[in-house]
């Protein structure tokens, strides 16, 4: 399991290491303790382009404030196949089963809310006290259409892949408003 540290050295470190490693930090411990699956994210090795955001299927998005005002996005993105691996491996583990749904049920959404407010709850509670940030309700998306929702408001984007060890990638984005 590879955390990340404060050793990135481009001019975005501040707002992925200080708003976004704490979430990929925490979801890395909850994929694992929730889903028995590891993760890791390492932008040393991803050379795709990081600034751009395309809704893949499923996704958590959280409103953050700073002083009252909206500050920005994070948004938990997921293509539908990683998000059945997660919300399966997820239910399995609660359930004590095997788990193989082929789509996006409501069984497997309720898995991948749990699995999400967890990792989010453990990262709000570390950025509400060391950097005086609030958040709003995370809210669930599953629709191109919904979406659209994401980019109101965005000045700039950075994206930090977490890849799982079994294949499959998701992404965190930080939509950074003015």
Do not use: W
């Not at 990081?50 to 700073?66: E, I, M, P, Q």
């Not at 193989?100 to 959404?109: G, H, P, R």
């Not at 570390?126 to 929702?149: C, E, N, W």
């Amino acid at each position: 399991m590879q955390l990340l540290g404060d050793n990135f050295d481009d001019s975005r470190s501040h707002v992925r290491n200080e708003i976004l490693v704490p979430f990929i930090n925490e979801t890395i411990l909850t994929l694992d303790s929730m889903a028995d699956l590891k993760a890791s994210s390492d932008l040393l090795t991803y050379h795709d382009a990081l600034d751009t955001f395309v809704f893949k299927g499923f996704a958590v998005c959280l409103v953050t404030r700073k002083l009252g005002t909206v500050e920005g996005k994070i948004v938990m993105n997921h293509d539908l196949s990683t998000a059945l691996t997660i919300g399966n491996r997820v239910r399995a583990k609660m359930l004590g089963t095997q788990e193989n749904a082929k789509i996006l049920n409501t069984e497997v959404s309720d898995a991948l809310a749990e699995f999400a407010n967890t990792a989010i709850g453990l990262a709000v509670r570390h950025l509400s006290v060391t950097r005086k940030f609030s958040f709003g309700t995370p809210a669930y998306i599953t629709t191109q259409a919904d979406s659209q929702m994401f980019l109101e408001g965005v000045k700039q984007i950075f994206t930090v892949p977490v890849d799982l060890a079994i294949g499959g990638r998701f992404y965190f984005s930080y939509l950074l408003h003015g």
